[in-house]
């Protein structure tokens, strides 16, 4: 069983930043890539960014040079430095792994953090 849990949502004004973390656990083999996605009410979920296990990094368009994708390898963790947050950043954002344990490879799905940002 994987299990990914997210933290460091909130509320913040516009301008501001966050940081979000998503730690993995259970029986993991490897975790390959981790990334971030989010999905605002009455859209569809997309992509934030993702980062390989060699530090290999992707950003939508509409967050480049405000938000930086990194890991911790050892701690099975991935965060989002979100800085610079505007309005139409809110959303709830979800962790993914691409994880292989000893029995087969699967994305799993953290439960989600809400962002909103005040104008």
């Known amino acids: 069983q994987v299990q990914l849990v997210e933290s460091g949502g909130g509320l913040v004004q516009a301008g501001g930043s966050l940081r979000l973390s998503c730690a993995a656990s259970?029986?993991?083999?490897?975790?390959?890539?981790m990334g971030w996605y989010r999905q605002a009410p009455g859209k569809q979920r997309e992509l934030v960014a993702t980062i390989t296990s060699s530090g290999v990094t992707n950003y939508a368009d509409s967050v480049k040079g405000r938000f930086t994708v990194s890991r911790d390898n050892a701690e099975k963790t991935v965060f989002l430095q979100m800085n610079s947050l505007k309005p139409e950043d809110t959303a709830v954002y979800y962790c993914?792994?691409?994880?292989?344990?000893?029995?087969?490879?699967?994305?799993?799905w953290g439960q989600g953090t809400q962002v909103t940002v005040s104008s």
């Open positions: 993914n792994a691409d994880v292989q344990t000893i029995f087969r490879r699967a994305f799993y």
């Open positions: 259970g029986s993991i083999f490897r975790i390959n890539a």
